[in-house]
C-alpha cells in the first residue's frame, strides 16, 4: 500500500507540474485559450486526443480483422463468425458492468477516472498486440486463443472508454462548454478514423500484393509451395508492425491525456436526497418512448455502418477485385465524411436533426446496392465511396 501511495503522489506531483505550466503559458492570453466558456483551450484539446486510441484499435480491427483471421490465421470461416459474434456480445456487457464500477469509485489522489484511464492503457495496448499474435498449433486452439484475446482486449477498451466518456461531465464550466469539448473529440475522432484507414489499409494493400506475386509464381511453377508460405510470413509481421504503430499512437494520446486533464470535483448532492439505485434507473431509463427511439435508431444505423466497414476490405479485396486500391477506397470515403460534417451541421440548422439523420441515412441505401451490382468499375466504386461518406457523416450527429 505505501508502495502504490508513493506512485500515486508521484503521479499527482508530475500531473500537478504540467497543468502548472500549461496555465501559466496561458494565462497572458485567457481569452484566446478560453473557447466559449469556462473550460480552457488546452485541456479541450487534450481531453479530445485522449479519444483517439478507442477509434484507431476499433477502426484497425473492423477493417483488418476478418482478413487477418480468414486469410493469414487461414480460420475456418464458422470460427470467425463465432470470433467476432463472440467480441461484439461480451463488448455488450461489459460496458455496462463498468460503467457500474465506474460510478461507484471513489476520487483519489489523481481524480476518480484517472486511475482507470491510467491503470488500463498498458494492458490495452498488450492486448491489442496479442490480437494479432497467433500461436502455432491445432485449429481448437487458435479458435481459443482468437476469442480469449478478442474478449480480453474488449474488456480493457471498456474500462478505458466509458471512464474516458464519463470524463467528460468532469471538465469543468457549464453546458456548453463541455459540448464545445464533445465537438473537439468528435474532430479529433474522426482524424482518428482516417489514420487508421490509411495504416491499415496499407496492410492490406501489401497482403494482395504477395498473395497476387504468390499465385503468379504458383502459375509458372507447380511444383513448389514456398512462395506462399514466405508471403503469409510477410503479411504477419506487416500486421505485426501495424500493431505497434498503434499501440505507439495509444500510449502517446493516453499519456497527453492523463497529464493534460485535470479532473474537476462535482457539486456534492445534498444528504436529504436519497441516490437511486442502478437498476431503477434503468427501469425509468428503459420505459422512456423518446429515449427507445434514439436507442433503437442509433443502434441499426451503427450496425449497419459497422457491417458495412467490416466486410469493406473483405469485400474489395475478395468480391470486387479491388485489393490493391483498398486504401485508396477507405480515405475517400472517410474523406469525404469528415468533409461532410459542416455540410450536414448546416443543414441539421436549417430543418432539424431528424430530418438531416433521415437524409443523410437514406443515402447510404442506394450507394450499397450500386457497388454491389457494379462492384469491378473503380469509377463508380469511388462515387459510390463518396456518397456513403456523405451519409456516415450524419452518424458523427446523432449525439447531438
Known amino acids: 500500500m505505501s508502495c502504490f501511495k508513493k506512485f500515486t503522489d508521484h503521479l499527482q506531483v508530475l500531473k500537478s507540474l504540467v497543468l502548472k505550466r500549461n496555465e501559466d503559458r496561458n494565462s497572458g492570453s485567457e481569452d484566446h485559450q478560453r473557447g466559449s466558456g469556462g473550460i480552457p483551450l488546452v485541456r479541450k484539446v487534450c481531453y479530445a486526443v485522449g479519444g483517439v486510441p478507442y477509434q484507431i484499435t476499433t477502426a484497425a480491427i473492423s477493417v483488418s480483422l476478418q482478413i487477418f483471421l480468414l486469410d493469414v490465421v487461414q480460420m475456418e470461416v464458422s470460427s470467425v463468425s463465432v470470433v467476432l459474434f463472440a467480441s461484439r456480445a461480451w463488448d455488450a456487457l461489459t460496458d455496462p458492468l463498468v460503467g457500474y464500477l465506474v460510478s461507484r469509485s471513489r476520487w483519489t489522489p489523481v481524480g476518480r477516472l484517472s486511475p482507470w484511464l491510467l491503470l488500463s492503457t498498458p494492458f490495452s495496448i498488450l492486448s491489442y498486440l496479442l490480437l494479432w499474435f497467433v500461436p502455432r498449433g491445432s485449429a481448437a486452439l487458435t479458435l481459443i486463443w482468437s476469442l480469449i484475446t478478442t474478449c480480453l482486449f474488449e474488456t480493457l477498451m471498456s474500462c478505458y472508454h466509458v471512464p474516458y466518456v464519463s470524463l467528460n461531465m468532469f471538465l469543468g464550466g457549464g453546458n456548453r462548454d463541455r459540448d464545445s469539448a464533445t465537438a473537439y473529440r468528435m474532430s479529433v475522432e474522426m482524424l482518428a478514423m482516417l489514420l487508421a484507414s490509411v495504416i491499415q489499409g496499407q496492410v492490406v494493400s501489401v497482403y494482395n500484393a504477395e498473395k497476387q506475386?504468390?499465385?503468379?509464381?504458383?502459375?509458372?511453377?507447380?511444383?513448389?509451395?514456398?512462395?506462399?508460405?514466405?508471403?503469409?510470413?510477410?503479411?504477419?509481421?506487416?500486421?505485426?508492425?501495424?500493431?505497434?504503430?498503434?499501440?505507439?499512437?495509444?500510449?502517446?494520446?493516453?499519456?497527453?491525456?492523463?497529464?493534460?486533464?485535470?479532473?474537476?470535483?462535482?457539486?456534492?448532492?445534498?444528504?436529504?436526497?436519497?441516490?437511486?439505485?442502478?437498476?431503477?434507473?434503468?427501469?425509468?431509463?428503459?420505459?422512456?418512448?423518446?429515449?427507445?427511439?434514439?436507442?433503437?435508431?442509433?443502434?441499426?444505423?451503427?450496425?449497419?455502418?459497422?457491417?458495412?466497414?467490416?466486410?469493406?476490405?473483405?469485400?474489395?479485396?475478395?468480391?470486387?477485385?479491388?485489393?490493391?486500391?483498398?486504401?485508396?477506397?477507405?480515405?475517400?470515403?472517410?474523406?469525404?465524411?469528415?468533409?461532410?460534417?459542416?455540410?450536414?451541421?448546416?443543414?441539421?440548422?436549417?430543418?432539424?436533426?431528424?430530418?438531416?439523420?433521415?437524409?443523410?441515412?437514406?443515402?447510404?441505401?442506394?450507394?450499397?446496392?450500386?457497388v454491389a451490382c457494379v462492384p469491378s468499375n473503380l469509377p463508380v466504386f469511388l462515387v459510390m465511396c463518396v456518397l456513403m461518406g456523405f451519409s456516415v457523416a450524419t452518424i458523427f450527429l446523432l449525439p447531438w
Open 213 to 370: 506475386e504468390a499465385c503468379q509464381h504458383l502459375d509458372s511453377d507447380t511444383t513448389s509451395a514456398s512462395p506462399p508460405a514466405a508471403a503469409l510470413q510477410e503479411t504477419r509481421k506487416a500486421f505485426l508492425t501495424s500493431s505497434l504503430v498503434m499501440g505507439s499512437v495509444f500510449f502517446l494520446c493516453s499519456l497527453v491525456l492523463f497529464l493534460g486533464v485535470k479532473e474537476q470535483r462535482a457539486p456534492l448532492v445534498s444528504e436529504d436526497r436519497q441516490r437511486p439505485s442502478c437498476l431503477s434507473s434503468l427501469k425509468k431509463m428503459i420505459r422512456h418512448a423518446p429515449y427507445q427511439r434514439l436507442l433503437l435508431g442509433s443502434v441499426f444505423s451503427a450496425l449497419a455502418f459497422q457491417m458495412s466497414l467490416g466486410n469493406f476490405a473483405l469485400f474489395c479485396s475478395h468480391a470486387a477485385g479491388q485489393g490493391g486500391h483498398v486504401q485508396l477506397l477507405l480515405l475517400v470515403l472517410l474523406a469525404s465524411s469528415s468533409a461532410a460534417v459542416p455540410l450536414w451541421q448546416t443543414v441539421l440548422l436549417k430543418i432539424g436533426k431528424k430530418a438531416t439523420v433521415l437524409i443523410g441515412l437514406s443515402l447510404f441505401i442506394p450507394a450499397v446496392i450500386i
